[in-house]
């Protein structure tokens, strides 16, 4: 059968997509534009009659969403902006993530054949940032972001709007299968910060248009042994490869229907990550990472998360922070080298 994935050109969507098809499922993915939609293709060359293109312009384009659902009988939904370079925060971030939603639901509410909708939230659904680093307190997906549209509307602050536009996209598809009773149900997963190497580079124009969690992770990496660490603003990861296998289970799996994720590998801090980079890397990579203060953590000083219920019920386990950001890293110099 065929799974549509929404943002299948993105850091996430790209794993979601090799994951689907290594498991024997058809894939049709959304692109905004021809010329992706055909790199996408050819960045899984083993399955090329495995994986179809819609093109969408728009994610809001409710239209063009029920003529290309049609025939497929799940959905992983991730289109949605993820960005803090935005003029306008309500147009540019709140508004696409509620009305590709809304349009993502009504479009699978048109194909009978649709059993499921997976949407990718948030950690930025769950947490409450007013409240600051929250030593001692355990997230869990039992939390819900107070933050509202209004907020979204009222703010000039990115990162505020983005948090609004995850938790009032998701609000929204908790209503809507509460209140619409739809043959179909959803699956809710939150990711943290989502880091790990890409499926591929080949949709790269140049690393200033690489995706918003890894350009952290590279910049970092760049600033130069002398640098004072930056401090870690959200302290806490799930490496790609893991969050597309959660997707993937939370997708096929008949108990995560109507439920609700966290989907993290728990806390991390920067000095972390510039410790295991100037072990991992060779030797003229690993002068460009700050030294900082060998092994000083954070540890006890924030929030952790709980992930218990998607170990238990999606069967899921979890990389080191080692594991992602040092392949993630590799590969960009790598790119760098080849352009
Ligand atoms: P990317 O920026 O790499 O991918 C975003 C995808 O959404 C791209 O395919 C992009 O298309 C598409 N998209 C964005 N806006 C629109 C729009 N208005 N219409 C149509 N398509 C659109 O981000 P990620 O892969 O990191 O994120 C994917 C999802 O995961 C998002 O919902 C994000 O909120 C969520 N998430 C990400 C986290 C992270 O740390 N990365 C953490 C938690 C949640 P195009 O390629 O054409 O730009």
């Known amino acids: ?17 090799e994951t689907l098809l290594h498991h024997g499922f058809k894939v049709k993915a959304t692109v905004r534009s021809h010329k992706k939609g055909e790199i996408l293709k050819r960045c899984f060359p083993r399955y090329s009659s495995k994986i179809s293109i819609g093109l969408i312009k728009d994610i809001t384009d409710t239209k063009s969403l029920i003529r290309e659902i049609k025939g497929c009988s799940a959905v992983l939904h991730l289109a949605s902006p993820y960005t803090y370079n935005v003029k306008d925060c309500f147009s540019e971030l709140v508004e696409p993530a509620l009305e590709g939603t809304k349009a993502i639901l009504k479009a699978a509410e048109s194909e009978s054949k649709v059993k499921r909708v997976v949407i990718t939230s948030s950690f930025a659904a769950v947490f ?8 001692g307190v355990v997230l869990n997906e039992d939390q819900f972001s107070p933050l509202t549209i209004a907020d979204g509307c009222s703010t000039q602050d990115p990162a505020v709007a983005y948090r609004a536009s995850k938790i009032v996209a998701e609000r929204y598809a908790w209503n809507f299968i509460k209140q619409r009773r739809p043959h179909f149900d959803i699956s809710v997963v939150c990711p943290p910060m989502v880091y790990g190497p890409l ?22 990496a760049n600033l130069g042994a002398d640098s004072p660490v930056p401090p870690t603003k959200g302290p806490v990861y799930v490496d790609v490869r893991d969050l597309a296998e959660a997707e993937y289970r939370a997708l096929i799996l008949k108990q995560a229907g109507n439920e609700r994720f966290m989907v993290s590998a728990g806390d991390f801090c920067n000095q972390e990550i510039c410790d295991v980079l100037r072990q991992s890397l060779s030797h003229d990579r690993a002068r460009n990472v700050p030294v900082g203060t060998p092994g000083q953590r954070m540890s006890g000083s924030h929030y952790t998360t709980d992930s218990s219920k998607a170990i238990t019920m999606l069967g899921i386990s979890f990389r080191s922070i080692e594991n992602s950001v040092v392949d993630l890293v590799n590969q960009l110099y790598e790119y760098q080298i080849s352009h």
């Open 128 to 135: 409450d940032a007013t409240k600051g680093l929250q030593p």
């Open 199 to 220: 499926v591929s580079t080949a949709l790269l124009d140049n690393l200033d248009h690489l995706n918003f969690s890894n350009t952290c992770i590279w910049k970092m």
């Open 1 to 17: 059968s065929t799974v549509l994935v929404t943002g299948g050109t993105g850091f996430i969507g790209m794993h979601c997509i």
